[in-house]
Protein backbone atom coordinates (compact mmCIF):
# COMPACT_ATOMS: atom_id res chain seq x y z
CA UNK A 1 0.00 0.00 0.00
CA UNK A 2 0.87 3.89 0.03
CA UNK A 3 3.17 5.03 2.31
CA UNK A 4 3.96 8.37 3.93
CA UNK A 5 6.76 9.23 5.70
CA UNK A 6 6.90 11.64 8.06
CA UNK A 7 10.19 13.05 9.90
CA UNK A 8 11.40 13.47 12.65
CA UNK A 9 9.00 11.45 14.97
CA UNK A 10 9.78 13.39 17.58
CA UNK A 11 11.53 16.89 18.09
CA UNK A 12 12.17 18.86 20.87
CA UNK A 13 13.39 22.71 20.84
CA UNK A 14 14.07 25.90 22.43
CA UNK A 15 11.25 28.50 22.60
CA UNK A 16 11.72 31.03 19.79
CA UNK A 17 13.43 28.81 17.11
CA UNK A 18 11.65 27.30 14.19
CA UNK A 19 11.08 23.16 13.50
CA UNK A 20 10.76 21.76 10.15
CA UNK A 21 8.53 18.75 9.84
CA UNK A 22 8.63 16.56 6.08
CA UNK A 23 6.38 14.46 4.87
CA UNK A 24 7.06 12.56 2.08
CA UNK A 25 4.96 10.23 0.01
CA UNK A 26 7.06 7.28 -0.89
CA UNK A 27 5.29 5.51 -3.61
CA UNK A 28 2.96 7.73 -5.47
CA UNK A 29 2.50 11.64 -6.03
CA UNK A 30 0.48 13.62 -3.44
CA UNK A 31 -1.49 16.30 -5.31
CA UNK A 32 -2.90 17.12 -1.92
CA UNK A 33 -1.62 17.10 1.57
CA UNK A 34 -3.61 17.98 4.78
CA UNK A 35 -1.39 18.71 8.15
CA UNK A 36 -3.57 17.94 11.35
CA UNK A 37 -2.77 19.04 14.89
CA UNK A 38 -3.48 17.03 17.84
CA UNK A 39 -3.64 17.62 21.49
CA UNK A 40 -3.32 15.45 24.18
CA UNK A 41 -6.33 13.54 24.64
CA UNK A 42 -8.24 15.12 22.34
CA UNK A 43 -8.99 15.00 18.11
CA UNK A 44 -7.01 15.43 15.05
CA UNK A 45 -7.97 19.02 14.08
CA UNK A 46 -7.42 20.11 10.42
CA UNK A 47 -4.86 22.95 10.17
CA UNK A 48 -4.38 23.46 6.46
CA UNK A 49 -4.24 22.19 2.84
CA UNK A 50 -1.45 22.67 0.43
CA UNK A 51 -1.89 21.52 -3.14
CA UNK A 52 1.08 21.48 -5.14
CA UNK A 53 2.45 24.15 -6.60
CA UNK A 54 -0.30 26.95 -4.97
CA UNK A 55 -0.50 28.67 -1.67
CA UNK A 56 -2.01 26.62 1.23
CA UNK A 57 -4.82 27.37 2.90
CA UNK A 58 -5.65 27.39 5.99
CA UNK A 59 -8.35 26.84 8.89
CA UNK A 60 -9.81 29.23 10.84
CA UNK A 61 -7.93 29.99 13.62
CA UNK A 62 -4.47 29.15 12.42
CA UNK A 63 -1.80 31.33 11.90
CA UNK A 64 -0.45 31.37 8.32
CA UNK A 65 2.57 33.28 9.35
CA UNK A 66 3.86 30.89 12.18
CA UNK A 67 2.48 27.04 10.44
CA UNK A 68 4.29 27.75 7.03
CA UNK A 69 3.52 25.33 4.66
CA UNK A 70 5.72 24.50 1.39
CA UNK A 71 4.36 21.79 -1.30
CA UNK A 72 7.24 22.31 -3.77
CA UNK A 73 7.05 18.97 -5.16
CA UNK A 74 4.42 15.98 -6.30
CA UNK A 75 5.80 13.87 -3.01
CA UNK A 76 7.13 16.31 -0.61
CA UNK A 77 5.17 18.74 1.97
CA UNK A 78 7.33 20.61 4.77
CA UNK A 79 5.58 22.61 8.17
CA UNK A 80 7.32 24.96 9.42
CA UNK A 81 6.48 26.31 12.74
CA UNK A 82 8.21 29.58 13.14
CA UNK A 83 9.26 30.94 16.64
CA UNK A 84 7.94 27.88 18.71
CA UNK A 85 6.49 28.49 21.48
CA UNK A 86 5.44 25.83 24.55
CA UNK A 87 1.79 26.28 23.67
CA UNK A 88 2.57 25.00 19.99
CA UNK A 89 4.05 21.66 21.56
CA UNK A 90 1.69 18.55 19.69
CA UNK A 91 1.48 16.20 17.84
CA UNK A 92 1.71 16.82 14.15
CA UNK A 93 0.40 14.51 11.25
CA UNK A 94 0.51 14.91 7.70
CA UNK A 95 -2.15 12.83 5.19
CA UNK A 96 -1.82 12.83 1.70
CA UNK A 97 -4.40 11.82 -1.28
CA UNK A 98 -3.18 10.31 -4.79
CA UNK A 99 -5.27 12.48 -6.58
CA UNK A 100 -7.76 15.34 -6.92
CA UNK A 101 -11.48 13.60 -5.93
CA UNK A 102 -9.70 10.34 -4.73
CA UNK A 103 -10.81 9.20 -1.11
CA UNK A 104 -8.53 7.67 -0.32
CA UNK A 105 -5.75 9.46 2.18
CA UNK A 106 -2.76 7.86 4.01
CA UNK A 107 -1.43 8.95 7.21
CA UNK A 108 2.34 9.87 8.13
CA UNK A 109 3.32 8.26 11.28
CA UNK A 110 3.26 12.45 13.12
CA UNK A 111 5.63 14.15 15.04
CA UNK A 112 5.75 14.94 18.62
CA UNK A 113 6.81 18.59 19.26
CA UNK A 114 7.80 19.83 22.34
CA UNK A 115 8.65 23.06 22.90
CA UNK A 116 10.83 23.68 26.10
CA UNK B 1 -21.06 21.02 7.05
CA UNK B 2 -19.92 17.39 7.73
CA UNK B 3 -19.79 16.29 11.98
CA UNK B 4 -19.29 13.33 13.69
CA UNK B 5 -20.10 12.53 17.16
CA UNK B 6 -18.35 9.75 18.86
CA UNK B 7 -20.50 8.71 22.00
CA UNK B 8 -18.17 7.43 24.76
CA UNK B 9 -14.79 8.87 24.77
CA UNK B 10 -13.50 5.66 27.03
CA UNK B 11 -14.87 1.97 26.39
CA UNK B 12 -13.84 -0.78 28.46
CA UNK B 13 -14.28 -4.63 27.00
CA UNK B 14 -13.10 -7.86 28.17
CA UNK B 15 -10.99 -10.06 26.23
CA UNK B 16 -13.09 -12.40 24.04
CA UNK B 17 -16.21 -10.02 24.91
CA UNK B 18 -18.30 -7.85 21.73
CA UNK B 19 -16.83 -4.32 20.74
CA UNK B 20 -18.96 -1.71 20.00
CA UNK B 21 -18.08 1.69 19.46
CA UNK B 22 -20.55 4.96 18.43
CA UNK B 23 -20.41 7.48 15.96
CA UNK B 24 -23.04 9.76 14.72
CA UNK B 25 -22.60 11.26 11.73
CA UNK B 26 -24.20 14.78 10.34
CA UNK B 27 -23.96 15.48 6.31
CA UNK B 28 -25.78 17.49 3.67
CA UNK B 29 -24.46 15.17 1.42
CA UNK B 30 -24.28 11.55 0.56
CA UNK B 31 -20.95 10.99 2.75
CA UNK B 32 -17.73 9.16 3.08
CA UNK B 33 -17.21 7.80 6.54
CA UNK B 34 -14.00 6.63 8.04
CA UNK B 35 -13.17 4.48 10.83
CA UNK B 36 -9.05 4.58 12.07
CA UNK B 37 -7.19 3.25 14.65
CA UNK B 38 -4.63 5.28 16.36
CA UNK B 39 -1.54 3.47 18.79
CA UNK B 40 0.32 5.58 21.04
CA UNK B 41 2.52 8.02 19.61
CA UNK B 42 1.62 6.77 15.71
CA UNK B 43 -0.09 8.24 13.18
CA UNK B 44 -3.83 7.05 12.01
CA UNK B 45 -4.52 3.43 10.16
CA UNK B 46 -7.20 3.27 8.22
CA UNK B 47 -9.52 0.33 9.79
CA UNK B 48 -12.61 0.91 7.31
CA UNK B 49 -14.54 3.14 5.66
CA UNK B 50 -17.59 3.59 3.27
CA UNK B 51 -18.24 5.36 0.31
CA UNK B 52 -21.80 4.42 -0.92
CA UNK B 53 -21.08 0.69 -1.57
CA UNK B 54 -22.23 -1.77 0.36
CA UNK B 55 -23.92 -0.48 4.21
CA UNK B 56 -22.15 -3.33 5.68
CA UNK B 57 -18.36 -2.53 5.64
CA UNK B 58 -15.20 -4.97 6.68
CA UNK B 59 -12.11 -3.78 7.76
CA UNK B 60 -8.93 -4.91 9.18
CA UNK B 61 -8.11 -6.90 12.55
CA UNK B 62 -12.04 -8.39 12.55
CA UNK B 63 -13.63 -4.95 12.56
CA UNK B 64 -17.14 -3.75 10.67
CA UNK B 65 -19.21 -1.10 10.37
CA UNK B 66 -22.07 -0.73 8.80
CA UNK B 67 -23.75 2.64 7.80
CA UNK B 68 -27.15 3.21 8.84
CA UNK B 69 -29.09 6.22 6.92
CA UNK B 70 -32.01 6.05 8.79
CA UNK B 71 -30.24 6.50 12.00
CA UNK B 72 -27.33 8.24 10.97
CA UNK B 73 -24.79 5.88 12.39
CA UNK B 74 -21.79 4.45 11.45
CA UNK B 75 -20.93 1.98 14.39
CA UNK B 76 -17.75 0.09 14.77
CA UNK B 77 -18.10 -3.43 15.91
CA UNK B 78 -16.04 -6.39 16.28
CA UNK B 79 -17.31 -9.81 17.50
CA UNK B 80 -14.31 -10.65 19.55
CA UNK B 81 -11.71 -8.07 21.45
CA UNK B 82 -7.99 -9.19 22.05
CA UNK B 83 -5.47 -7.33 24.03
CA UNK B 84 -4.37 -6.29 20.98
CA UNK B 85 -7.12 -3.80 19.84
CA UNK B 86 -6.42 -1.51 22.81
CA UNK B 87 -5.69 1.59 21.17
CA UNK B 88 -7.45 4.92 20.42
CA UNK B 89 -10.58 5.37 18.00
CA UNK B 90 -11.44 7.59 15.50
CA UNK B 91 -14.22 8.34 13.22
CA UNK B 92 -14.53 10.37 10.90
CA UNK B 93 -16.45 12.41 7.63
CA UNK B 94 -15.40 13.29 4.04
CA UNK B 95 -16.26 16.97 3.04
CA UNK B 96 -15.14 18.71 0.12
CA UNK B 97 -11.42 18.89 -0.78
CA UNK B 98 -11.12 15.57 0.68
CA UNK B 99 -11.24 17.45 4.11
CA UNK B 100 -11.39 14.63 7.32
CA UNK B 101 -13.59 15.77 10.09
CA UNK B 102 -12.79 13.70 13.14
CA UNK B 103 -14.61 12.95 16.16
CA UNK B 104 -13.32 13.47 19.55
CA UNK B 105 -12.51 9.49 19.57
CA UNK B 106 -13.03 6.61 21.74
CA UNK B 107 -9.94 5.19 23.70
CA UNK B 108 -10.82 1.35 24.07
CA UNK B 109 -9.81 -0.75 26.77
CA UNK B 110 -9.27 -4.26 27.05
CA UNK B 111 -9.49 -6.21 30.15
CA UNK B 112 -8.17 -9.91 31.01
Known amino acids: GAVVSQHPSRVICKSGTSVKIECRSL??????MFWYRQFPKQSLMLMAT?????????EQGVEKDKFLINHASLTLSTLTVTSAHPEDSSFYIC????????????FGSGTQLSVL | AQSVTQLGSHVSVSEGALVLLRCNYS??????LFWYVQYPNQGLQLLLK??????LVKGINGFEAEFKKSETSFHLTKPSAHMSDAAEYFC??????????FGTGTQLKVEL
Open chain 1, 95 to 106: SASHRAGEEKLF
Open chain 1, 27 to 32: DFQATT
Open chain 1, 50 to 58: SNEGSKATY
Open chain 2, 27 to 32: SSVPPY
Open chain 2, 50 to 55: YTSAAT
Open chain 2, 92 to 101: AVMGGGNKLT
